[in-house]
Each structure stands twice: as structure tokens, then as C-alpha cells.
């Protein structure tokens, strides 16, 4: 495991979860991982929480006594106003968000947000002290075709002026191989460590500094039964988990993967 960033374990809820199921898996957390709920203890690892926009002030409430972040799985591109179904940065400041999601696969494949877009809502989140989740990750078809790192760290460069605004230890890239999300199928350990290092090398040429405070997070299928694998690589310092965050045995387990 790694001894520079400290590591994240971040849920990505989706549009999964519903109040009674926020509670009950508030409550059973409580009895997996009682440190977390401990504000005198200082676990080993960063835990988030990234529940749907409604359910983001329950989980405010429930998380009150809690060493546990809380999230949004994206933000609108402007400051507020009429733009009718969007939820601004402010708004999540003002519900005491700490992170936010931008650029997830499913953002930018279902609905066609772009790097402009993206670059806007990164300038958003920093202006209101929120930490940027930021997504990378490939295609199988442009992993076929040998260019898999070439494209995720054009991801990057893409976002190069708006990602060096962001404070050095405020900011987490997370790669998710398309292929891998909600498939059951992963990126071999090999393959996630070689992309993961390649982004801190990234970090290291063009945000001198940064590569010593950003997490760097693989996402894609992640559960308790292959974590381990991904955990003990040099440059990959936790995940973004769909699926096995929705239940709290799993989430649990993650977790304490840290801890032994």
C-alpha cells in the first residue's frame, strides 16, 4: 500500500438508494466500522459517501457524528440561476458537501459532457471549497488499439489549467477503464498500476508537487474479493466503488482492507 496520499475509499451510489435504505445503511456501518463514528479516532483511511442529490441531506444528518465524508456525483457548470434541474457548488457548500464527482464515463457517454464542460464545473467546485473527483479512463476499443494511456493522460492535459488551480491536496483523480464499470469485468492489477503510475508521472511533469497529494483511485468492479489486489500497487491509493458500496458488508469490507 502506498505511504503518500492518504487513501480514499469513495461510494459512487448512482441512482441507487432511497431514504429507508440510506438509514439502514447508516445504522448497519455504524456496527461494521464503530472507529468511523469515533470523532476522537483518526482511521488510517479517508472514507466518502456519494449519495443521490436528494438524499444528500439525510446522509448529512446521518454522517453528523462521523469521520466519514459526503459527496455529490456531479454540479451544474454555473453559479445558480434559471437553469431548471441543475444543482449548483454553492448548493453543495451549503448542504456541507466535501467532494464532488465530475467527468464519471456515464456523464460523458450518457450525457455528452465534454471537456469544456467539465473544465467549467472543476472552476465551480473550486470556488466553493469543494474537493473535484475527476474521472479518467479509456475505451476497450481505444485500449485494443495500444493507445489506452496516451488517451487518458489527453484527459488530463485537457483539463491541465483548470486541475493546477485547484490546491495541491484538494483535488482526486480516480481511473475508471470504461469496460470495467458495472461489468463484473476488471483491469488486470498490472494494467491499473501501470495507468495509475503513468497519471502520477503526469502530475509529477506538469503539476510539479501535486503527484505527492493526489490520491489516485481505480474505479471499475471493484469489490471486496479482488481490492486487495489493487490496494498493495504502488500508485493506486483506493477506489471509486459502484455496486459493492451499496451494501454496507461490502463498503465494510473495503475499508478494513486499510486497516490490517
Not at 22 to 27: A, T
Not at 170 to 189: D, F, H, K, M, S
Request: charged share 20%; hydrophobic share 40%; proline share 5%.
Amino acid at each position: 500500500m502506498t505511504t503518500g496520499p492518504t487513501p480514499l475509499i469513495a461510494a459512487n451510489w448512482k441512482s441507487n438508494q432511497y431514504w429507508e435504505g440510506c438509514v439502514e445503511f447508516i445504522n448497519e456501518l455504524k456496527e461494521l466500522l464503530p472507529e468511523q463514528f469515533d470523532l476522537g479516532h483518526e482511521p488510517p483511511v479517508d472514507v466518502l459517501i456519494c449519495p443521490p442529490f436528494p438524499y444528500i441531506p439525510l446522509m448529512g444528518m446521518l454522517l453528523e457524528e462521523a469521520t466519514i465524508y459526503l459527496g455529490a456525483q456531479d454540479v451544474s457548470r454555473f453559479d445558480g440561476g434559471a437553469y431548471t434541474g441543475d444543482v449548483s457548488a454553492a448548493m453543495l457548500a451549503d448542504l456541507e458537501c466535501d467532494y464532488c464527482i465530475v467527468g464519471h464515463s456515464e456523464r460523458r457517454n450518457v450525457f455528452s459532457d465534454t471537456d469544456e464542460l467539465i473544465a467549467q464545473k472543476i472552476l465551480q467546485l473550486i470556488e466553493q471549497e469543494l474537493v473535484p473527483i475527476l474521472c479518467v479512463g479509456e475505451s476497450l476499443e481505444t485500449r485494443d488499439t495500444g493507445q489506452a494511456v496516451d488517451f487518458t493522460l489527453g484527459q488530463l492535459s485537457a483539463l491541465k489549467t483548470e486541475l493546477g488551480r485547484c490546491e495541491a491536496d484538494r483535488l482526486v483523480i480516480a481511473y475508471e477503464p470504461l469496460w470495467a464499470i458495472g461489468t463484473g469485468r476488471n483491469a488486470e492489477p498490472a494494467d491499473a498500476q501501470e495507468m495509475c503510475a503513468a497519471i502520477r508521472d503526469w502530475l509529477r511533469d506538469n503539476l510539479r508537487g501535486y503527484e505527492k497529494t493526489v490520491p489516485i483511485l481505480y474505479g471499475g468492479s471493484v469489490k471486496p474479493e479482488n481490492a486487495a489486489a489493487y490496494f498493495c500497487q504502488t500508485d493506486i491509493d483506493g477506489a471509486l466503488v459502484g455496486g459493492a458500496s451499496l451494501k454496507a458488508n461490502l463498503f465494510a469490507q473495503l475499508v478494513r482492507l486499510y486497516k490490517v
